[in-house]
């Protein structure tokens, strides 16, 4: 397992922040690298086209200078999510930019395409590409990604349906490269199970949407506070693609989330932002299973040092249980 150089002893805890359709924005992205941590955000976020060029301009600038007042502790890099299904009609558009402001990770979605990797890898850039199954991981790595995002049962937003153990093993039986884990990662102790399952970092989504600088509703923020795993349907009415998304949000918007009829995946639509009759993110909220971790709305370096105080704990924890004897196995007795 090898993480690429640009990451390596960059980060204060072993954390890519997911990029959040529509609640991530600069303020998060640049909060969380400050941290120590990956900031990420989905170039559709940005809207119009030359608003993206702004929000790169300004999390450059504004981690450039925080490096420059802490040369002893500087920030992590940040990240664009660049949705690669054919119905994003600004792709191009954002891809010339990536590669204008030489953005340092590149997450891919929906989509691998050795073109875009070709265009990152131009500048020295890396291509992350999130998968739900052994199979997209092959392809994407054919295709020229360097790393994988594993998105297993329990993820945010669109997420898979395979357990983390199951997916993690069957990738790493063959890809020795960087590999994230996201499922329901959302404390330290999950964070750590994460690496010991194979993954080299864990990619954390619904804990940062609860911060002060996530531009999500307040209502949104406060229902992941109140609420848990038990709350969240997976479903692929929305956009055509399967996801989690809160109960209560879908029944504020008249539908009932115990029964809810799928939609057909060919309806899938992200040209210019995506299926907005149907309202999803914006109305219908999305989240992963780990919400219970989700205590209290707080600013992104407090959630930073949550993750890496539990981290710590459980490694002590860890190590501590690892020094305990091993008894030797009971033989059962079989009579005759």
Known sequence: M????ILRGALSVPVIGAPLFIISNPDLVIAQCKAGVVG???SLNARPIDVLEQWLQRIKRELAAHDAAHPEAPAAPFAM?????????????DLALCVKYEVPLVITSLGANADVND????????????????RFARKAIEKGADGLIAVAAGAGGHAGAISPFALIGEIRSWFDGPLLLSGAIARGDAILAA???????????????????????????????????????????FTGVHGNYLKPSIRAAGLDPEQLSASDPSAMNFGSGGNAEQKAWKD???????????TAVVPAVEVVARLKR???????RLATTMDMPVQAPVRAVVSA
């Open 2 to 5: 090898a993480l690429p150089d």
């Open 40 to 42: 990420s955000f989905p």
């Open 81 to 93: 999510n660049l949705i690669v299904h054919k119905s994003n009609d600004r792709l191009e558009q």
């Open 119 to 134: 265009a990152v890898h131009s500048y020295g850039g890396i291509v992350l590409h999130d998968v739900i199954n052994d």
């Open 195 to 237: 690496q010991a399952a194979g993954a080299d970092l864990a990619y954390v989504g619904s804990a940062f949407i609860a911060t002060a600088e996530a531009n999500a509703d307040p209502a949104y923020k406060q229902m992941l506070v109140d609420h848990a795993a038990s709350d969240i349907v997976y479903t692929n009415l």
């Open 284 to 294: 219908i909220w999305g989240c992963g299973q780990g919400i219970g971790a989700v």
């Open 310 to 316: 539990e981290y710590a704990a459980a490694r002590e």
